[in-house]
C-alpha cells in the first residue's frame, strides 16, 4: 500500500487558488501564425480535393491516373486498376457520385486519424489549445475519451488500410511508364506524369511508414529489444522515419493535391506532358 | 551591458499583480540571474524556487513571456536589450507566493503509479539488460521533473477539474519508462487508460516542446502507450476473440 | 505569544535530508518497520546528490574481472592519503557493490557492457574502470530511482521544511525544531533518532559547484547538539569547474570528461599534467604523452595518464599553470575531448556536458575544447561517526553522506562519493531504526525551549541593524575564497577568522522584510548561522593542520607530515565556541595493512 507520503504542502491536488493572473496568455510573440498557416493549407487542400472529387472528369490520361481516383475499380471508370480477367464491380452510385468518394475515405480517415495531424487539428481548428499556454477556447472538454474522438483508437486499422492504397499507388505508378503506342499497344516511356506520380508515391509511403501505429506494430510492443532482433531493427528504421512524420505528412498532402492537379492539367489539354523518351 | 526592466509577478493566493524593476545583465547572464540580482538589491523577500543553476535540477521553471522554461536556461541575450520580460509563476499549480507554485499534485500523481514489478532473474541469479533494451527509457530518465510539461498541458491547465483523473504528461513517461522496462513484469495498460487519463491527451505536444530535457514526451511516451492501450482495449479483432472464447480483458494486477 | 507557536509530528527516526544519503536511511528504516520521517529543504527529488555527473564507484568486476573490494580499499585510502577511517573504507569498499546492484532492482538503468552487464567508466584515483553510471547523469538515476522506491515504503516527507536546531533531552536527541518555508510556520519533530544526511558546506565560498542548500545545516546541527566534527580542514577543489560565462563559474564538468578521454592543456597546448606527477603515484602513472595515450586502449600495458590523478593533484596543478601565466582567456586552463573522440561517443557519454556547454557557453565541446577551473566543490569533513552504526558523539544521533566525516581521509576520489550515500546512507537508516527501536525509555521536549528557538528565528524581522542577508552571504563567500581557498597559510587563515567574527556581528544585525510566507531573505539570514559555523570550523581546523595533505595545502608547510599522518583534527563546542584538537586516527589491523606493502 502506498503510505502516507508528502504531507508537505498540504497534500493538495487541484482545489487552493491558482495565481491571481486573469490574461488567458502572456506570450509575447506571433504564436497565432502557426495555427492560422495550418487552418489556410489544410482548407485550401479540403476545397481542392472535394472539387476534385466532384468532378468525375479528368483524372485519367494515359497512362497517369490521379491519386484521387486510384483504385479504378468499376467499370464505368475511365480506367481500370484491375483489369485482367477480374470482374468489373458495377456500383450503382458509380455515375451519380463520382468514384472519388468510394476511394478518399481510406486516406482520409489515415490522416484524419493520424497522430500528427490530430495536433495541428486540435491545435488549428478546436483551438485546444490554439497554442502552448493560451488558453482552450472552449471551456468542456473530454480530449479523447469519448464517442465519437474515442475512435481516433482505431488508427492502426486505417494505417492498414492506407498501406493497401500504397500498394495500388505503387502499381499505378508501375502503369505509369507503360504509354500507348502510336500504332496500338504499349511501350515503355518515361514523361514528367511517370516521375510525379513516382514523388506522390514515394512521399506517400514516407508518410504511412513513419506512422506511430506502424512503429507500434514493427516493433513498439516488444520490452525486450535484445530477444527479438529483428523487429528491433524494423523498430529502429520506422523511428527514424517516424521523427519526420509531420514533415511527410505535409509532403505527401501536398504532392498528392500536385499530382492529381497535374494530371488534371495535362486531361484538360492546359498543358502538354513532356516526355524524356 | 544591457538593462531590461522584468515584470514579475508578486502576490500570493489573495492577490497580486506584476511589479517592474529595472535591472542590468552581463554578458551571459541568464533570466535566473536578474531575479537573484532582485533579491540581492531590490526586494530581498522576492519569493523563487532554485537549486542547482545547471539545468539539472529543475527548480526554477516559471513562465518567461508566457513559456514555461527554466529560469537558469534561459539567457538574456535572447532578448532584444532594453526590452520588458514579464516572469509569472506556474499558471497551472495553486500559488504560494510570488514565483512560488505548490507542486504536490505531481507528488500525489506519481504516489499512484504502480511500481516496478521484477521478473526472476537469470539462472545464475543475475539480470541482464543490454543496451538496446533500455535506450528507449534511458530518454524518460533524463526527465529532471521541473514539471513544466505539467504546467503547460491543457488539459489541466485549462480544465482544473481534470486533476482528479488525469496523470499528466510527467507521469506518461514515469508509466512508459514502467511499462517498457526489460526486467519489469506487471501490466499497466488499464492503469494508464483508467487511472491515469491517456484519453483525455489530445496529443498537442507542447509537453516535448517545452521539455528542457528535449525528451520527446508525446512521440516517444505517450502515443506508445495510446497504442499499447488501443492493444488492450480497442483492436477490435482481439475484442472478437475474447468474446467468441468468453475472455476479459486482463487487468492490472 | 502567537508567533512562537508550533506543530508537531513525532517519529521514531527523524532523517534530515532526502538526497541519496537520505533518502537510502529512510528506506533502510522504514524496512524495519519503525516510523520514519524525511525532513528536507527543497522539493523531493532536487537535492544536490542530482547533480553528481560521473558515476558510483563499486567493484563490480564487470569490466575488469580483477578488480577487488580490496583494490578499492586501497586506492581510496591511498586517495585520502592515508587519512580515512580504514574501517569506514573496507565496508564502503565492500557494500558499494551490493548497493549498486539494489538500485538496478529498483530501476536504475545504467549503461550497459556487451554482456549485459553494468558498464563501468575510468575515473581519476581508481586503478581500474570502476564508475557504474548512466551517461553523465548518474546522480539523477540514483536519486529518482531512491526516490519512486521510497515513495512507497511509508515514508513521511516533510518538503521544503528546514531544521534549525537539534532538540535533546539531557544527553540524548529527542528530536528537531524548524520551519516551513511555504509559510513560515513553525513545526516541532520529536524523534528517537536523528539522522544527519544534509550534505556539504560549499555555499561558504564563491566559486563552488554547489547549490544554494549547501550551508552546512547539518555540520553545525551536530556541533551545536555538542558532537564531534573531524577533518574540516579538508575540502576538495573540484578541478574542472565552468569558468565562463562569470554567471555560472564554478559549475561543475565532470571527471568522466577526463574518464572518458578529455586531455588537461595549457595556453601553449601543452599537457602540462606531466610535470606534477607526485612521488606517491610515480609508479603508476604515465610519464609520457605515448604511455598516456596508448593507456586508454590498453590499460594492462600502461600506466595511467596523469590527467586522471586524484582531483587535489590536479586542482593544484591548475593552479600553478594559471599563476605561472599559462592560462586561457577567461582563467582557466583547456579541457579537450574532441581531438580524441568523435562527435557521437562525446554526445552519448556526455551528454548534459555537451548541453551544459552549449546553452550557456555557446560553446560545442565536440569542437572546440572546454575552459575549466578549479571550484569548491565537496567537504571531506564532517559529523564523527562510529563506522559500523554511523552513530555520531551525542546519543541518538547518525549521520551519513557529506556530512558524516572519515570515510574519505583528506581527499575524495570521484565516484566514491554516491557509493559513500548508499552504503552508509543504509547504514545509518538501520542503526538508527535498531537504537530508536532498542530505546524505551521517555523523550521529553521542554516547550520553553521551543518557543525560545522560535522568538530567536523571528529576531531578523524586528532588528533595528540595516545589514542585508544577502550582503553578508557574499562578504563571507569572498573571505573563504580568498583566505581559506585552494592555497592556504598561516596569516590568511587568522584574517579569515578574524573576518568571520566581524561577520558573526554583521549577522547578528540582519535585518529581513516582508512576511513569513516564503521569504528567502529571513531564509538567507537564518541559514547564515550554519554558514558562518561551517567557516569557521574549516579555517580553524585549516589552521591547525600544520601539513599540506590532499585537499589542505599550506603554502607555509607544504610537505606531508609523518605525524600528521596520526591524527584528526576534531572540532567541538566549548562554552559557546568552536575549539579544536589533535586525536588519533584509529590504526588499521594488519591484514589490510599488508595491501599497501604488496604493490609499489
Known amino acids: 500500500m502506498i503510505g502516507r507520503v508528502l504531507k508537505d504542502q498540504s497534500g493538495r491536488v ?39 472529387a466532384l468532378q468525375n472528369a479528368h483524372y485519367f490520361v494515359p497512362p497517369y491516373l490521379s491519386p484521387f481516383y486510384s483504385p479504378c475499380i468499376s467499370a464505368t471508370c475511365l480506367h481500370l486498376t484491375l483489369g485482367w480477367g477480374l470482374p468489373d464491380v458495377r456500383l450503382p452510385i458509380i455515375g451519380i457520385l463520382s468514384p472519388a468518394f468510394l476511394i478518399l475515405w481510406g486516406p482520409g480517415l489515415f490522416r484524419l486519424t493520424c497522430y500528427y495531424y490530430r495536433k495541428a487539428y486540435y491545435r488549428s481548428f478546436w483551438l485546444a489549445p490554439a497554442a502552448c499556454a493560451v488558453r482552450d477556447a472552449k471551456a468542456g472538454y473530454t480530449g479523447e475519451t469519448r464517442s465519437p474522438l474515442i475512435v481516433q483508437n482505431l488508427h492502426r486499422y486505417a494505417w492498414y488500410v492506407a498501406v493497401i492504397f500504397i500498394v495500388f499507388l505503387t502499381w499505378d505508378a508501375l502503369l505509369a511508364f507503360r504509354f500507348p503506342a502510336p500504332g496500338g499497344g504499349h511501350r515503355f516511356g518515361l514523361g514528367i506524369g511517370t516521375l510525379v506520380m513516382w514523388i506522390n508515391v514515394v512521399l506517400l509511403a514516407a508518410y504511412t511508414f513513419s506512422c506511430h501505429s506502424c512503429r507500434h506494430v514493427c516493433g513498439g510492443h516488444v520490452d525486450s529489444f535484445s530477444r527479438a532482433p529483428v523487429r528491433y531493427k524494423l523498430w529502429r528504421l520506422v523511428s527514424r522515419l517516424n521523427e519526420h512524420h509531420p514533415l511527410f505528412a505535409w509532403l505527401s498532402l501536398f504532392a498528392v493535391g500536385l499530382t492529381d492537379l497535374y494530371i488534371r492539367l495535362v486531361s484538360m489539354g492546359l498543358i502538354r506532358d513532356l516526355r524524356m523518351f | 551591458m544591457a538593462t531590461f526592466t522584468l515584470q514579475v509577478f508578486r502576490g500570493d493566493a489573495t492577490g497580486g499583480g506584476f511589479k517592474d524593476y529595472r535591472v542590468d545583465a552581463e554578458d551571459g547572464m541568464v533570466v535566473l540571474d536578474l531575479v537573484h540580482r532582485i533579491q540581492a538589491t531590490q526586494a530581498p523577500d522576492l519569493a523563487c524556487r532554485w537549486n542547482c543553476k545547471a539545468g539539472k535540477c529543475g527548480s526554477c521553471s516559471a513562465e518567461v513571456n508566457g513559456k514555461p522554461q527554466l529560469m537558469c536556461m534561459t539567457r538574456m541575450n535572447l532578448f532584444e536589450p532594453g526590452s520588458t520580460i514579464s516572469i509569472a509563476p506556474l499558471r497551472t499549480f495553486p500559488i504560494i507566493r510570488d514565483l512560488v507554485t505548490d507542486v504536490s499534485y505531481n507528488y500525489e500523481k506519481a504516489k499512484s503509479v504502480p511500481p516496478l514489478r521484477l521478473r526472476p532473474p537469470d539462472a545464475d541469479g543475475k539480470y541482464r539488460m543490454w543496451q538496446e533494451d533500455i535506450d528507449r527509457i534511458q530518454e524518460f530518465h533524463n526527465c529532471i521533473e521541473c514539471f513544466l510539461c505539467q504546467d503547460v498541458c491543457h488539459v489541466i491547465r485549462d480544465h482544473d477539474e481534470k486533476k482528479k483523473a488525469f496523470a499528466g504528461p510527467r507521469l506518461f513517461i514515469k508509466i512508459a519508462g514502467l511499462d517498457m522496462h526489460p526486467l519489469d513484469n506487471r501490466d499497466r495498460r488499464a492503469f494508464v487508460k483508467d487511472s491515469a487519463g491517456i484519453g483525455l491527451c489530445n496529443i498537442t505536444k507542447c509537453c516535448t516542446e517545452v521539455c528542457p530535457e528535449h525528451i520527446h514526451i508525446t512521440d516517444n511516451g505517450i502515443i506508445p502507450m495510446k497504442e499499447r492501450m488501443a492493444d488492450e482495449f480497442f483492436d477490435p479483432v482481439v475484442w472478437l476473440l475474447r468474446k467468441f472464447r468468453g475472455q476479459k480483458a486482463t487487468r492490472t494486477a | 505569544m502567537a508567533t512562537a507557536e508550533y506543530e508537531t509530528h513525532e517519529h521514531d527516526v527523524l532523517i534530515i535530508g532526502a538526497g541519496g544519503a537520505g533518502l537510502r536511511a529512510a528506506i533502510e528504516a522504514a524496512a524495519q518497520g519503525v516510523s520514519v520521517g524525511l525532513v528536507c529543504k527543497s522539493l523531493l527529488g532536487k537535492a544536490h546528490t542530482v547533480m553528481a555527473e560521473g558515476g558510483i564507484a563499486a567493484a563490480l568486476g564487470n ?33 558499494a557493490p551490493d548497493r549498486v546492484l539494489e538500485l538496478e532492482r529498483w530501476g536504475a538503468l545504467f549503461d550497459r557492457t556487451k554482456d549485459g552487464l553494468i558498464l563501468q567508466r575510468d575515473f581519476g584515483g ?28 511509508g515514508i513521511d516527507v516533510y518538503m521544503e521544511c528546514k531544521i534549525e536546531r537539534l532538540i535533546k533531552d539531557g544527553d540524548r536527541v529527542a ?52 558532537a564531534d566534527l573531524i577533518d574540516m580542514e579538508f575540502v576538495q577543489f573540484h578541478p574542472t569547474g565552468m569558468v565562463w560565462p562569470p554567471s555560472v563559474r564554478g559549475i561543475l564538468v565532470t571527471e568522466g570528461v577526463r574518464g572518458d578521454g578529455g586531455t588537461l592543456k595549457n595556453s601553449k597546448g601543452e599537457r602540462f599534467m606531466f610535470k606534477y606527477i607526485p612521488e606517491f603515484f610515480r609508479s603508476e602513472t604515465a610519464d609520457t604523452e605515448a604511455e598516456a595515450d596508448r593507456w586508454y586502449e590498453d590499460k594492462k600495458n600502461n600506466r595511467r595518464t596523469p590527467d586522471l590523478l586524484p582531483r587535489d593533484e590536479v586542482a593544484r596543478a591548475i593552479n600553478s599553470e594559471l599563476k605561472a601565466g599559462r592560462g586561457s582567456p577567461h582563467g582557466g586552463v583547456f579541457l579537450d575531448i574532441n581531438t580524441r573522440r568523435p562527435a557521437d561517443y562525446v554526445r552519448k557519454r556526455l551528454p548534459s556536458m555537451y548541453h551544459q556547454f552549449k546553452e550557456l557557453a555557446d560553446v560545442d565541446i565536440t569542437r572546440e575544447p572546454m575552459e575549466v577551473g578549479p571550484t569548491c566543490h565537496y567537504v571531506m569533513g564532517g559529523v564523527r561517526v562510529d563506522a559500523d552504526t554511523t552513530a555520531g558523539t551525542v546519543k541518538g544521533l547518525f549521520a551519513a553522506g ?14 566514491n562519493s554516491l557509493s559513500d550515500l548508499l552504503v552508509f ?32 528565528s523571528l529576531e531578523p524581522f524586528s532588528r533595528s541593524g540595516g545589514e542585508n542577508p544577502y550582503a553578508v552571504q557574499a562578504a563571507l563567500q569572498d573571505v573563504m575564497q580568498n583566505l581559506v581557498g585552494l592555497i592556504r597559510n598561516q596569516t590568511e587563515l587568522q584574517d579569515a577568522l578574524v573576518k568571520i567574527e566581524g561577520l558573526k556581528e554583521r549577522a547578528n544585525k540582519v535585518r529581513v522584510e516582508g512576511g513569513r510566507a516564503y521569504n528567502p531573505g529571513w531564509h538567507t539570514a537564518l541559514d547564515l548561522r550554519s554558514l558562518l559555523t561551517v567557516a569557521e570550523c574549516s579555517a580553524r581546523a585549516a589552521l591547525e593542520r600544520r601539513e599540506s595533505r590532499g585537499g589542505h595545502t599550506r603554502e607555509d608547510y607544504p610537505q606531508l607530515d609523518p ?11 566549548k562554552n559557546g565556541s568552536i575549539t579544536g584538537s589533535r586525536e588519533p586516527l584509529p590504526q588499521m589491523p594488519d591484514d589490510l595493512r599488508k595491501l599497501f606493502e604488496d604493490r609499489q
Not at chain 1, 497565432?32 to 493549407?41: G, I, K, R
Not at chain 3, 600528521?564 to 563546542?573: D, E, G, H
Open chain 3, 425 to 456: 546512507g543504509r547504514r545509518a537508516g538501520l542503526y538508527a531504526a535498531l537504537y530508536a527501536k532498542d530505546f524505551g525509555g521517555q523523550l521529553t521536549v521542554s516547550s520553553a525551549e521551543v518557543e525560545s528557538l522560535a522568538r530567536e
Open chain 3, 63 to 95: 569490466v575488469w574481472p580483477e578488480d577487488t573490494w580490496q583494490v578499492h580499499f586501497r586506492d581510496t585510502m591511498r586517495g585520502g592519503k592515508m587519512l580515512n577511517n580504514w574501517r569506514m573504507a573496507q565496508l564502503h569498499a565492500q557494500e
Open chain 1, 14 to 52: 487541484g482545489v487552493a487558488a491558482r495565481p491571481p493572473i486573469a490574461a488567458a496568455h502572456l506570450r509575447q510573440d506571433t504564436w497565432w501564425a502557426l495555427p492560422v498557416t495550418v487552418v489556410v493549407m489544410l482548407g485550401a487542400f479540403i476545397v481542392y480535393s472535394t472539387w476534385a
Open chain 3, 126 to 153: 581508481h586503478r581500474y574502470a570502476r564508475l557504474a553510471h548512466v551517461g553523465d547523469r548518474t546522480g539523477l538515476e540514483m536519486i529518482r530511482t531512491l526516490q519512486y522506491h521510497a515513495i512507497h515504503q
Open chain 3, 402 to 415: 557529506e556530512s558524516a566525516g572519515g570515510m574519505h581521509g583528506s581527499n575524495r576520489l570521484g565516484g
Open chain 3, 175 to 226: 528530536g528537531a525544531f524548524g520551519y516551513w518555508r511555504n509559510t513560515g510556520k513553525f513545526v516541532l519533530f520529536k524523534a528517537k533518532a536523528v539522522v544527519i544526511a544534509t550534505g556539504g558546506i560549499g555555499k561558504a565560498w564563491k566559486f563552488t559547484s554547489n547549490s544554494w542548500e549547501y550551508t552546512g545545516d547539518g555540520h553545525s546541527l551536530a556541533l551545536w547538539a555538542g
Open chain 3, 563 to 573: 605525524e600528521w599522518a596520526k591524527v584528526n583534527v576534531v572540532l567541538r563546542l
